[in-house]
């Protein structure tokens, strides 16, 4: 097997983090005898940089005839002072837009190895938790009609919560099967007290929730949710949420594990191609300087390698190579602890390739 | 000097926990050489049940008609089935619109005597916080335009998010002069780099910030501002956001002191009538058992006491024997740490009323 994978180093710490999961999919590759070819697609900040904008087609259209698209991470506050249309998170909305990923899983896991980082009391910190939060990635007030006009008290301006039950329905199938395959219980979380849009929320996925009658679907308001992921993290499990509110709760949700540097994330659609990125930024003030944490982009790469290219065992081999060097005591900066020696990015790399072998 | 208070009692614990602020006004108030006329007005579950309809026409009058509006809780699972026009919360949501209250006032402290029951980690509890959100309350997608529709995908449901400049400007003058009364720092929240409406929201900000040299006006955006409450909530003095975020990040705010229980709030428009209510909510299981904490509605009533009626000598008399009765180990069910006497509703009263004389 040969796989295509276009990657968006993008800004800041990006092309480090990313260069570290190359070498940790190459390496994985020879093990399980397959291989990929690297195409280096420009978006983000550098794309604005070099073509005056944030996503050029040609990088749509590699992404396009790729398996799947690995991304570092985009922006900075060098491009913060341009106008909406040329910042370099429209390129992130662009892919996913252009990509149809409608579907973005966020699991944040307590490691037990790193619980002192969590920003939680110590008796939920040790009781741990594991969740995946299923946002609608395609949908809602990031995509509906917005603008300005004249209304009844002069100059205004809007932005359109709008879900179809077919957008409503595709993503609550992704949440069900994840559910399905994982404890069996799935929060659905809206504001159905208020919005509209959240009351066909609900409806739809109640409706699903027949089709499904081995997995327990309760509904919670978001802002309920907000506070029962510091209260009592561990009652979640699979969680799925729209655009808006999955952003709020997601950032939440990676916060209180109190390790962002460790979180991947994969954002899907109908076929197998995804994105596939750290939940962390482009950390401007560490770029080039060997500091960042590969840890998240190479969890990542994992994901892809289970949920685009299939490669399950690879994945999971992956994934306890990293396992095996946290609980060895290595750390990076950002989940060091006072007195915990500090590795640069290209030793905790070349820990996890050795981890690997 | 002689007011007139509307009072909702509301469902489950309300009536307790009102009961107990409608005392300790009463008290406070013959120190002060004030009293009050109260006229209990029916909203919420019992007005469905009484009347048919969550909010009867001559409530909001007799609203309108007072000095400001005391309320308990409203709702419960017993009318939670009941279409969206017949549910408890339309009550809440009525009543602001149709006194035009449009700022949301709500602290959210780390009392010293409680920071045990703080869910963020030890030191984050012991560095403290003192904050306070102003929530826009009358627009944004609370009251848009919503429907359902057929769309290009069949049929949707859809809310607008819409802000007029002038409604966040009169937010934004509240939150401004909060800030200067305060410690003369304002964080904006809004998710600028996606909606348009947070756009609008900034600008005029900024624009406020201009007549207030002596405030230093910050932007968030929602998501960075849901984790940053968890990281590190002392960097937060006053808040301004609009009336979803605003909703998300308050209940995450006072879940993060641990003590919902002890948390009032204010709503107020153009005029000095308010409405004052506890945080937390109907607590149905515990209703009629004298268990509720009269805390969080006591300190309501010290807000209204402050800004609505102007006797801040008053208001802080009511604060500081709460304080004294905290401070002396006092504890209602919800605030008991393991080995804590617990105290029935009636009681923690009955030691407020005696360290106010
Ligand atoms: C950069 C921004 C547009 C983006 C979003 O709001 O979706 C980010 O916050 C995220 O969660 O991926
Ligand atoms: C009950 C509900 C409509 C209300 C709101 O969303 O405003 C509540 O959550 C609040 O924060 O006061």
């Given at each position: 097997m040969n796989y295509n994978i276009a990657v968006i180093e993008g800004d800041g710490i990006g092309p480090e983090v990313v260069n570290a999961a190359i070498e940790v999919l190459n390496t994985v590759g020879k093990k399980y005898k397959f291989s990929f070819v690297f195409k280096k697609v420009s978006a983000g900040g550098n794309a604005i940089d070099r073509f005056g904008t944030p996503l050029p087609k040609e990088s749509v259209q590699t992404c396009l005839e790729s398996n799947s698209v690995l991304l570092g991470a985009v922006g900075g506050p060098k491009w913060d002072i341009l106008p909406g249309h040329l910042r370099p998170e429209k390129a992130l909305l662009g892919i996913r837009k252009e990509l149809e990923l409608y579907a973005n899983l966020r699991p944040a896991r307590l490691l037990p190895e790193l619980k002192d980082a969590c920003p939680l009391r110590k008796e939920v910190a040790d009781a741990g938790f594991d969740m995946i939060v299923v946002r609608e990635l395609?949908?809602?007030?990031?995509?509906g009609e917005s603008g300005r006009r004249d209304g009844k008290y002069g100059p205004e301006a809007y932005d359109t919560e709008c879900y179809s039950a077919l957008e409503v329905e595709r993503i609550g199938v992704t949440a069900f099967e994840l559910a399905r395959s994982r404890g069996k219980k799935l929060i659905s979380i809206d504001k159905a007290n208020v919005l509209e849009s959240s009351r066909l929320w609900r409806e739809v996925m109640h409706r699903l929730a027949g089709k499904y009658p081995d997995v327990e679907l309760s509904d919670m308001l978001v802002d309920n949710a907000a506070m029962q992921l510091v209260k009592n993290p561990k009652q979640f499990d699979v969680v799925v949420t729209s655009n808006i509110f999955g952003d709020i709760l997601t950032d939440e949700a990676s916060q209180i594990t109190g390790s962002i540097g460790l979180l991947p994330s994969a954002s899907l659609g109908e076929t197998k191609r995804g994105m596939y990125e750290p939940i962390h930024g482009s950390a401007p003030d560490i770029a080039g300087q060997d500091k960042a944490n590969p840890i998240a982009t190479v969890l990542s790469a994992a994901m892809m390698l289970r949920l685009s290219l299939g490669q399950e065992d690879a994945a999971r081999d992956v994934e306890d190579a990293v396992s095996r060097v946290l609980a060895k005591g290595l750390r990076t900066a950002d989940i060091a602890a006072p007195g915990d020696d500090i590795l640069p990015c290209s030793t905790m790399t070349k820990a996890i390739l050795n981890a690997l072998k």
């Amino acid at each position: 097997m040969n796989y295509n994978i276009a990657v968006i180093e993008g800004d800041g710490i990006g092309p480090e983090v990313v260069n570290a999961a190359i070498e940790v999919l190459n390496t994985v590759g020879k093990k399980y005898k397959f291989s990929f070819v690297f195409k280096k697609v420009s978006a983000g900040g550098n794309a604005i940089d070099r073509f005056g904008t944030p996503l050029p087609k040609e990088s749509v259209q590699t992404c396009l005839e790729s398996n799947s698209v690995l991304l570092g991470a985009v922006g900075g506050p060098k491009w913060d002072i341009l106008p909406g249309h040329l910042r370099p998170e429209k390129a992130l909305l662009g892919i996913r837009k252009e990509l149809e990923l409608y579907a973005n899983l966020r699991p944040a896991r307590l490691l037990p190895e790193l619980k002192d980082a969590c920003p939680l009391r110590k008796e939920v910190a040790d009781a741990g938790f594991d969740m995946i939060v299923v946002r609608e990635l395609t949908g809602g007030m990031y995509f509906g009609e917005s603008g300005r006009r004249d209304g009844k008290y002069g100059p205004e301006a809007y932005d359109t919560e709008c879900y179809s039950a077919l957008e409503v329905e595709r993503i609550g199938v992704t949440a069900f099967e994840l559910a399905r395959s994982r404890g069996k219980k799935l929060i659905s979380i809206d504001k159905a007290n208020v919005l509209e849009s959240s009351r066909l929320w609900r409806e739809v996925m109640h409706r699903l929730a027949g089709k499904y009658p081995d997995v327990e679907l309760s509904d919670m308001l978001v802002d309920n949710a907000a506070m029962q992921l510091v209260k009592n993290p561990k009652q979640f499990d699979v969680v799925v949420t729209s655009n808006i509110f999955g952003d709020i709760l997601t950032d939440e949700a990676s916060q209180i594990t109190g390790s962002i540097g460790l979180l991947p994330s994969a954002s899907l659609g109908e076929t197998k191609r995804g994105m596939y990125e750290p939940i962390h930024g482009s950390a401007p003030d560490i770029a080039g300087q060997d500091k960042a944490n590969p840890i998240a982009t190479v969890l990542s790469a994992a994901m892809m390698l289970r949920l685009s290219l299939g490669q399950e065992d690879a994945a999971r081999d992956v994934e306890d190579a990293v396992s095996r060097v946290l609980a060895k005591g290595l750390r990076t900066a950002d989940i060091a602890a006072p007195g915990d020696d500090i590795l640069p990015c290209s030793t905790m790399t070349k820990a996890i390739l050795n981890a690997l072998k």
